[in-house]
């Protein structure tokens, strides 16, 4: 038995150095440079404590970045896992063809930045298809992508273009493990659709919601590839997230410190975000 732990722990050991070298060290590196003021052009490295930290509490666009990310995530991940789970549901009842089905799984295979330059292109305010076909209907060209109240909007609408097709992945998956004699014998009861939906698909489905959720949340957080194609950051500080602040302090001001002063702030929101939800989501567990 000795000897069997020994080998699990042998074998685990390259996985582990792995995990350490990957995660744990820049992690740590991380936290120990933003105590410091970085000047790779002149080579000078200053100790500086918390002053990266109380600079960028006092700095009105990481506030603005912030605001911006937290609506891009709550609207965008709200609006997948809906989308998501209605068409999973559709098409889970045998309706629509097996071809649509699949076609709906393509976004997700498109590299971020593809996506981006795709629609970069169809939100064009002269030759973008979508104002071209707005103007069949009479409705007069939009400037999707440099109007400060529509910019962030249509950055939404391409993560929700992109990412929902990974909602509808898994709910179609949860919902073809739900056992049919359930439903039969509802039915047998008197149980029409909606009743069914409502007392037995949602509830089976809410591990698999609650995994999306989080899943899409957390990556939603670090979205940075489309803010930076379509908009870069525009008009204004319309459409700044927190990914696009740090990428522009980081690597157009060489604010090294400074830059990764907020990457630890955002780490540190995405691991309170999600202790806080798992804590939720597992009382809510028990108390049901």
């Known amino acids: 038995m000795r000897k069997s732990n020994t080998m699990t722990h042998i074998f685990l050991l390259p996985a582990v150095v792995v995990f350490l070298v990957l995660t744990v060290y820049p992690l740590l590196y991380a936290v120990v440079t933003s105590f410091y003021e970085l000047d790779f052009l002149k080579g000078d490295i200053s100790f500086i404590g918390l002053d990266n930290f109380n600079k960028l509490f006092e700095h009105d666009v990481f506030w603005i970045s912030l605001r911006n990310t937290i609506i891009f995530v709550i609207v965008a991940v709200l609006m997948e896992v809906l989308l998501g789970t209605a068409l999973a549901i559709y098409f889970n009842s045998g309706k629509g063809l097996k071809l649509i089905r699949t076609a709906i799984l393509l976004p997700m295979l498109l590299p971020p930045i593809t996506v981006a330059l795709t629609w970069k292109m169809m939100y064009d305010y002269e030759f973008?298809?979508?104002?071209?076909?707005?103007?069949?209907?009479?409705?007069?060209?939009?400037?999707?992508?440099?109007?400060?109240?529509?910019?962030?909007?249509?950055?939404?609408?391409?993560?929700?273009?992109?990412?929902?097709?990974?909602?509808?992945?898994?709910?179609?998956?949860?919902?073809?493990?739900?056992?049919?004699?359930?439903?039969?014998?509802?039915?047998?009861?008197?149980?029409?659709?909606?009743?069914?939906?409502?007392?037995?698909?949602?509830?089976?489905?809410?591990?698999?919601?609650?995994?999306?959720?989080?899943?899409?949340?957390?990556?939603?957080?670090?979205?940075?590839?489309?803010?930076?194609?379509?908009?870069g950051g525009g008009p204004g500080n319309a459409t700044e997230t927190i990914t696009f602040y740090i990428y522009r302090h980081g690597f157009r001001y060489f604010e090294t410190g400074y830059a990764t002063a907020a990457s630890i702030v955002l780490v540190l929101i995405i691991i309170l975000f999600s202790i806080f939800y798992l804590k939720r989501v597992l009382k809510t567990s028990n108390l049901s």
């Not at 009479?138 to 273009?161: C, F, H, R």
């Not at 992945?169 to 909606?194: C, H, K, R, T, W």
């Not at 939603?220 to 930076?228: A, D, I, N, R």
């Open 128 to 231: 973008g298809i979508i104002n071209y076909l707005l103007g069949w209907i009479g409705v007069a060209p939009i400037e999707w992508l440099s109007s400060s109240n529509l910019a962030l909007l249509s950055i939404i609408i391409t993560d929700v273009w992109q990412w929902t097709p990974f909602v509808f992945l898994i709910i179609l998956a949860s919902l073809q493990a739900i056992p049919e004699d359930i439903y039969e014998s509802a039915s047998v009861f008197g149980a029409n659709a909606s009743q069914c939906l409502r007392y037995i698909t949602l509830p089976l489905l809410k591990p698999a919601i609650i995994l999306v959720l989080l899943l899409r949340t957390i990556d939603t957080f670090q979205v940075f590839e489309k803010m930076y194609v379509l908009t």
